[in-house]
């Protein structure tokens, strides 16, 4: 049995545990959780940890993430008169533990003007993304990434 991929469903509650320590073992995984940022994903985590049952700091609980988790991608959803709009809006990576015992992150892809991803920082796992595929021309693209697909197409789908 030899685990490549992981892939999570929704995260809400004490399941974030074995969750985190699957993603620390494999070549790559995945989970699904809500929260208003990516920022704010990184504490939701911490959070779902430390009211998971067991005796566990927060320091303990930020370690343990670090350790687990190499990117953090936000969908935000956008509902408007035009239809509804998924996109990614942020894509944080984790470069283990800073001050106070919490991540260090650097904002690889930030909102642009109409709140969609932006190249905003090369990570540092770069040569890690491009052997899993990822295009690094992606991240030259700053100004004028979306202006072939503008958002809002009036299609109500």
Same mark, same amino acid.
């Given at each position: 049995?030899?685990?490549?991929?992981? %892939?999570?469903?929704?995260?809400?509650?004490?399941e974030?545990?074995?969750?985190?320590?699957?993603? =620390?073992?494999?070549?790559? =995984?995945?989970c699904?959780?809500h929260?208003?940022?990516? #920022?704010?994903? %990184?504490?939701?985590?911490?959070?779902?940890c430390?009211?998971?049952? +067991? #005796?566990?700091?927060?320091?303990?609980?930020?370690?343990?993430?670090?350790?687990?988790?190499?990117?953090?991608?936000? %969908?935000?959803?956008?509902?408007?008169? $035009?239809?509804?709009?998924?996109?990614?809006? #942020?894509?944080?990576? %984790?470069?283990?533990?800073?001050?106070g =015992?919490?991540?260090?992150? $650097?904002?690889?892809?930030?909102?642009g003007?109409?709140?969609?991803? +932006?190249?905003?920082?090369?990570?540092?796992?770069?040569?890690?993304?491009?052997?899993?595929?990822?295009?690094?021309g992606?991240? =030259? #693209?700053?100004?004028? $990434? @979306?202006?072939? @697909?503008p958002?809002?197409?009036?299609?109500?789908?």
């Amino acid at each position: 049995m030899n685990l490549r991929r992981i %892939i999570v469903g929704e995260v809400r509650g004490a399941e974030v545990l074995p969750m985190l320590e699957a993603m =620390s073992t494999g070549d790559g =995984s995945l989970c699904t959780l809500h929260a208003r940022s990516a #920022q704010h994903g %990184i504490d939701r985590i911490v959070t779902l940890c430390m009211s998971a049952g +067991v #005796q566990m700091t927060e320091t303990f609980a930020y370690r343990l993430l670090a350790g687990s988790v190499d990117y953090v991608v936000h %969908i935000e959803l956008l509902d408007d008169d $035009t239809g509804r709009h998924r996109f990614v809006s #942020q894509v944080v990576e %984790i470069n283990g533990l800073g001050e106070g =015992s919490r991540p260090t992150t $650097t904002t690889v892809f930030g909102p642009g003007e109409d709140g969609r991803a +932006v190249p905003m920082h090369h990570p540092e796992g770069l040569a890690r993304l491009v052997r899993a595929g990822f295009d690094p021309g992606l991240l =030259s #693209q700053r100004a004028g $990434t @979306w202006a072939a @697909w503008p958002l809002h197409t009036g299609d109500p789908r």
